[in-house]
């Protein structure tokens, strides 16, 4: 089964990022794709230049093993809040972000959404080597979109965010698995392309 790490990258306790993420995530679950969910509420999280903590050591292992990132964030004066900054801080040099895909959802309460912090938060994640895939995710006056309940009652926001989660699979499996599937033919004995002399 296919993996993606979920992050929802802010730490306040009741927050609209994660119940639109989780939206993404039931998209992806429905194509078979194991979900790994990384709560920022729960991390603990060094500042840099400080010794690591086993949530460092866990994040980094788990963007690793996955075959893609959605990374998640509200949009806070103007930018990606402190947490995302942090998170990203923790993932090693090289990155756990090098080479990997990472989908970019942002969601915001006024009426322009998130787009600032998803441009800002885009070329930060490029500079760590992430491969940001195209149709990132803005969803503008986000507390009207959900209910009481956490539901998204607004269509526009869910067809939204479900393509989101649509826009990383195409993009693994027209890009990132062809290219796994050819290195493991190169890695393999007999080359079975290869013609006798």
Not at 13 to 26: F, I, M, Q
Not at 33 to 42: G, L
Not at 148 to 154: A, K, R
């Amino acid at each position: 089964m296919k993996r993606i790490v979920s992050i929802s990258g802010t730490s306040r306790p009741d927050n609209y990022t994660s119940l639109a993420l989780a939206v993404v995530n039931d998209e992806l679950r429905k194509n078979d794709i194991e979900v790994i969910v990384i709560d920022a509420r729960a991390l603990n999280l060094p500042f840099p230049g400080h010794p690591d903590t086993e949530d460092a050591v866990q994040l980094r292992s788990k963007i690793k093993s996955a075959d893609g990132v959605v990374l998640a964030t509200p949009e806070y004066h103007g930018t990606f809040c402190a947490m995302v900054k942090l998170i990203i801080e923790n993932l090693g040099f090289p990155s756990a972000f090098s080479n990997k895909p990472v989908a970019l959802l942002g969601v915001a309460g006024g009426r322009i959404g998130a787009i600032k912090s998803i441009e800002q938060l885009r070329g930060v994640c490029a500079h760590t080597g992430a491969i940001v895939i195209p149709n990132a995710i803005s969803i503008a006056g986000v507390r009207s979109a959900f209910d009481e309940d956490g539901n998204c009652t607004d269509p526009g926001s869910e067809k939204a965010l479900r393509g989101l989660a649509q826009s990383l699979l195409r993009f693994l499996k027209d890009y990132v698995y062809p290219k796994q599937t050819l290195e493991a033919m190169v890695r393999e004995e007999g080359k079975p392309w290869a013609t006798s002399a």
